[in-house]
């Protein structure tokens, strides 16, 4: 069965220090990759998405991913955060041979950010 | 991704009584999800369905739940007698196409059980 592992259930960072969230997941086949936000009091938001192509993936707000093959990862990376960036981080995986798409979630990671 | 409507945004029931959640999917979109999260973990896959069909229920509970997006309205997810376990954030997502390209997500109702 398809699962999506995230290392860190909450992260406490300062601003301006440096971000990487990690993403395993377990499937034998082709997938598309996810990683979505959700800030407090608001919906999902789609920060980026990996179909196929540069396994190097930039998103909004200054975040990015890279999807390592060999390795079942998906980690999620950004320079420098911002207090802006405090939300909770979910990484998402579905099949691309399923019809429908349905996307299997990690089980989050809270960053909280200081300023 | 803020044209999905859920409602209500809170919903609270006594042991027993029947929850009913809405979903208006994107304008344009016919394929409907939905997802339940749980207090301290990820959002889980319950059922995706389509106009007047349910394509995947592989994630619903075997009872009391159940689910329809008819011809004209919104999509419904029902849970009948519910307990406290039930309680949780149920999402709903919308896209374009049956391929996961890109799911847009509603705001959520949160349901306590009393």
């Known amino acids: 069965a398809q699962s999506v592992s995230q290392h860190n259930h909450h992260v406490i960072l300062s601003e301006a220090a440096s971000l990487e969230l990690g993403c395993n997941y377990s499937?034998?086949?082709?997938?598309?990759l996810f990683w979505y936000v959700q800030y407090p009091g608001q919906h999902l938001q789609l920060l980026l998405k990996y179909f196929s192509g540069d396994p190097l993936v930039k998103g909004i707000k200054g975040f990015e991913a890279e999807f390592i093959k060999s390795k079942f990862s998906f980690n999620l990376r950004k320079p420098s955060v911002q207090w802006s960036d405090t939300a909770e981080y979910f990484c998402a995986v579905s099949s691309v041979s399923n019809q429908g798409g349905k996307l299997i979630f990690g089980q989050g990671t809270e960053l909280s950010v200081k300023p | 991704n803020a044209g999905v409507m859920q409602n209500p945004r809170h919903l609270v029931r006594r042991r027993g009584q029947e929850a009913r959640l809405r979903c208006s999917p994107m304008?344009?979109?016919?394929?409907v999800y939905w997802y339940r999260q749980l207090p301290e973990e990820g959002l889980k896959f319950m059922v995706y369905l389509q106009k007047e069909n349910i394509i995947d229920e592989s994630g619903m509970p075997k009872e009391r739940f159940s689910a329809e997006f008819p011809k004209e309205g919104p999509s419904i997810l029902r849970i009948q007698q519910v307990v406290r376990g039930d309680s949780a954030a149920y999402f709903c997502?919308?896209?374009?196409?049956?391929?996961?390209?890109?799911?847009?997500f509603g705001p959520g109702t949160r349901l306590t059980v009393t």
């Open positions: 304008k344009g979109h016919s394929h």
């Open positions: 997502a919308s896209s374009q196409t049956d391929r996961a390209t890109e799911q847009y």
């Open positions: 499937y034998g086949g082709t997938v598309n």
